[in-house]
């Protein structure tokens, strides 16, 4: 039976999470920059996620925060497993809440795809000359590729601490002012990895069937939602298809996004694929709108779509046919910072301006307003 819930209004319209009020169905996605000193955020994740929310972007997600230094894909990963990090993450929350946007942080750990280069210098395992390291774990010891690590299968003692890690980063995002806080199950990284079957062939109780693949991230999920405030919102990043015959299917992904919301969580952010190289995605406009849609109407939980999605009406549509409750732009975002602005103009819908740049708007404006608690003295949440 379905549990569909109601369809939404337009991408303009405001978005209840919780005790949050997004103030639109637009979010910047998470997107890795490679631009870290030892978990550091820098003045280039300050400008780079402040323009997407001067732009009008109702959430703003960092890239994947590394919750322990092996649990990065890269040396240059943006971290959250020291106390000192927070500091600079504060400088961006308080920037983000003022422009009006909520921010958010990604969780994440990357499992076998840890210890490699930056995109740009090749995607292969990193030597410890490259700042590359040996402790790379996951479900089983399977390599994503020839040229990936071979990891460690992770034992109890290992898992627990990995649990421990997302609850002590938990803690830090909310000292740190992030307003919402995404698990990373997705794109072939540690909570994937669990899940599917073509990288976890474990024997014990967390392997084998769909509800055993299931039992470690659902350890991780209910570790962030139990240290997160409850008015405020979690999400999980999951990938519904491995795109690869015997891999995770969509089937097996809505019955994980069932338990998901038996948790706790608020919004499933539905990508796809990222677990195996032999994956063939039929990539085009909207290519994974569907899958969000369906999450949505058989589980009954609020969902984001993302993938391919750079037109406004195409977005708008996503939102009033009630595929998705929010759509998540990348690419787009880093080729037009502006434009949810850019789409409020097109779909005649006023548009929400800084003051600053008010004089250079073409159509109605919305005059923007920082977001609650913007401005708060450090460390406060």
Same mark, same amino acid.
């Given at each position: 039976m379905s549990t569909a819930i109601p369809a939404p209004d337009h991408l303009f319209a405001p978005l =209840?999470?919780?005790?949050? %009020?997004?103030?639109?169905? #637009?979010?910047?996605?998470?997107?890795?920059?490679?631009?870290?000193?030892?978990?550091? !955020?820098?003045?280039w994740h300050l400008v780079h996620l @402040?323009?997407? /929310?001067? +732009?009008?972007? +109702?959430?703003?997600? %960092?890239e994947a925060a590394a919750v322990s230094p092996e649990g990065r894909i890269?040396?240059?990963d943006l971290g959250i497993w020291d106390d000192k990090h927070i500091v600079e993450l504060r400088r961006i929350t308080d920037f983000l809440r003022e422009q009006g946007s909520?921010?958010? #942080?990604?969780?994440?750990? /990357?499992?076998?795809?840890?210890? %490699?280069?930056?995109? &740009?210098?090749?995607?292969?395992?990193a030597?410890? !000359?490259? @700042?590359? &390291?040996e402790n790379v774990v996951a479900p089983s010891a399977e390599r994503y590729s020839e040229v990936y690590p071979l990891p460690q299968a992770l034992d109890r003692a290992g898992m627990d601490k990995i649990v421990a890690d997302f609850a002590s980063a938990t803690k830090r995002a909310v000292a740190a002012g992030f307003l919402l806080v995404e698990v990373h199950a997705a794109h072939g990284y540690l909570g994937h990895e669990f899940l599917s079957p073509l990288s976890n062939k474990r024997t014990d109780e967390y392997g084998g069937s769909l509800a055993n693949r299931a039992r470690f991230p659902l350890e991780i999920i209910r570790a962030v939602r139990a240290n997160f405030p409850?008015? *405020?919102?979690? &999400?999980?990043? *999951?990938?519904?298809?491995? &795109?690869?015959? +015997?891999?995770?299917s969509v089937d097996d992904a809505v019955e994980f996004a069932k338990l998901v919301k038996a948790e706790g969580i608020d919004l499933i952010d539905v990508s796809s694929g990222g677990n195996d190289p032999r994956q063939q995605i039929p990539v085009g406009p909207g290519y994974q709108v569907a899958f969000a849609e369906r999450v949505r109407?058989?589980?009954?939980? !609020?969902? +984001? /779509?993302?993938?391919? #999605? %750079?037109?406004?009406?195409?977005?708008? =549509?996503?939102?009033?046919t009630g595929q998705a409750d929010l759509v998540l732009l990348a690419r787009e975002l880093l080729r037009d910072p502006y434009w949810p602005i850019h789409a409020a103009d097109a779909l005649q819908r006023p548009a929400s301006w800084p003051k600053q740049y008010e004089r250079a708007a073409l159509g109605k404006v919305e005059r923007r307003q920082p977001l609650a608690g913007a401005g708060k003295e450090k460390g406060a949440a």
């Open positions: =209840q999470q919780r005790s949050l %009020t997004l103030p639109n169905r #637009i979010a910047c996605s998470p997107m890795c920059e490679y631009s870290s000193i030892d978990g550091f !955020a820098s003045e @402040g323009s997407r /929310a001067v +732009g009008g972007a +109702g959430v703003v997600l %960092t890269t040396a240059q909520v921010p958010g #942080i990604q969780l994440a750990h /990357a499992g076998r795809k840890a210890s %490699t280069l930056v995109p &740009w210098e090749g995607h292969r395992a030597s410890q !000359a490259e @700042g590359g &390291w409850g008015e *405020l919102p979690v &999400w999980v990043r *999951l990938s519904v298809t491995d &795109w690869v015959e +015997g891999g995770l109407r058989e589980v009954g939980i !609020a969902t +984001g /779509a993302v993938g391919m #999605i %750079t037109d406004p009406a195409q977005a708008d =549509q996503i939102i009033r």
